[in-house]
């Protein structure tokens, strides 16, 4: 079976390549996060929500003309791979991209139409604003865990960050010992930790602004937590900790400080109510009273049972709302 999208975009045949190639790109309306090496053999992973991770080679290239996908999904039973090709032709107007995805099983097909619809309606979007906004599907995933769930507050953190500049690092946030500058080197540091729990480590920082080089950072965490999964136990230091519980930081790292950076910037943090919730209950195991005091956390602030779920959060964490 054959699936087949198009869209007509208000920008040039190489933006529009970059907008299907580049992660940066990739991120304003595809993915969560993207990994790819751009050349025949070359591999990609592209975090579509938190639940659908697709992976692949990319079979041809042709900048700013043409792209040849073998595509797949992460952890599927069916190791078989479909064929994606994307062209991309100058017209009037703009750019028109086409999207044939061929070999599809008869039964998948409506799924797939389901999917590459919504996402090139955000792909229109995005050609047209810079930027498709949040997306739904990736607002509350059917199932939480404690990696779903990094993968959903990744993505409501690389909101927050989009757009800010380096005139924004100097900013003060609610951790008061803590410029934006320095609120991103101490993410950072979380997430190098993080990562070594799961056994990984992570590349150097790379050029580009700040959103770049938190999401870079994060991808590489998350994605060592995805292929260490959940069962049993890491090491971290002289403390054994069940990795379920280890992973679950990650959840609380990105959503508390998506707050702070949007404090300090103006932003304002969209997150479904689900989520949230999820996250307070990690927060709630994370965070205990021995925590608070080796780890700088302040006590937690008194705040009504009726607030907002993300308030409550932030009030557990120490912060005033």
């Not at 003060?172 to 609120?183: A, H, I, K």
């Not at 021995?290 to 907002?308: K, N, V, Y």
Request: net charge negative; hydrophobic share 45%.
């Amino acid at each position: 079976m054959i699936v087949e999208k198009t869209a007509l975009l208000p920008v040039s045949a190489d933006e529009a390549f970059a907008l299907i190639t580049e992660p940066d790109r990739l991120r304003r309306w595809l993915t969560v996060s993207a990994r790819v090496d751009l050349r025949a053999g070359g591999e990609f992973r592209w975090t579509l929500t938190p639940m659908a991770v697709a992976v692949g080679t990319i079979i041809e290239v042709d900048p700013g003309r043409r792209l040849v996908l073998g595509f797949g999904w992460e952890d599927s039973p069916d190791s078989r791979m479909d064929t994606v090709v994307i062209t991309i032709e100058p017209v009037d107007g703009g750019t028109l991209v086409r999207l044939v995805h061929d070999g599809l099983p008869a039964d998948k097909g409506e799924g797939v139409l389901e999917g590459w619809t919504h996402f090139f309606e955000r792909l229109e979007r995005a050609a047209a604003a810079g930027d498709a906004g949040p997306d739904e599907w990736a607002a509350a995933p059917e199932r939480l865990d404690p990696l779903t769930s990094a993968n959903a507050t990744l993505a409501v953190l690389q909101h927050v960050l989009r757009g800010l500049g380096e005139d924004d690092l100097g900013k003060s946030t609610p951790c008061t010992e803590f410029t934006v500058g320095q609120l991103e080197t101490h993410l950072r540091g979380s997430l190098t930790s993080l990562a070594s729990l799961a056994g990984g480590t992570l590349a150097p920082a790379p050029a580009g602004d700040l959103e770049s080089r938190i999401a870079e950072a994060a991808r590489q965490a998350v994605e060592t937590w995805m292929r260490r999964g959940l069962e049993g136990t890491v090491q971290a230091g002289p403390q054994e900790l069940p990795a379920a519980f280890a992973a679950g930081i990650l959840s609380v790292e990105f959503l508390v400080h998506a707050w702070d950076f949007a404090s300090a910037t103006g932003r304002k943090v969209t997150v479904s109510d689900e989520v949230a919730t999820y996250v307070l209950g990690l927060a709630e195991q994370i965070v205990t009273p021995e925590l608070r005091e080796s780890a700088g956390f302040g006590p937690a602030i008194p705040i009504s049972e009726d607030a907002p779920v993300l308030d409550r959060l932030v009030a557990f964490s120490g912060r005033v709302v």
